[in-house]
């Protein structure tokens, strides 16, 4: 697929096939991914474990990441559970 990304081994072999708009580095383990302008995270052998449904993502830090839906910004964890809404209001 042209215009698509993958990842490859240090051999060069293919070991997930081009098919991600976009995609982040593995950090933890799960690398962040952009498919139909929705970002979700793959695990190293390619699997979807956190669906693409976000706005904007960051990477796995300490086992969580902060993810963005709409105004409503939260941070998950690896398997995507919502573990805290993030407070963005100024008092």
Known sequence: MAGRWGFIDRNGAIV???QFEN???FHEGMAM??????FG???????VVVAP???SA????????AVKTGTTYEV????GRVICHLDTQKP
């Open 23 to 25: 995609y982040a580095l």
């Open 76 to 79: 998950i964890d690896k398997t």
């Open 41 to 47: 995270y793959i695990n190293k052998t390619g699997n």
């Open 58 to 65: 960051s990477d796995f830090q300490n086992g969580v990441a």
């Open 16 to 18: 997930i096939a081009p």
């Open 53 to 55: 449904t976000f706005d």
């Open 33 to 38: 991914i952009l498919i139909g302008h929705r």
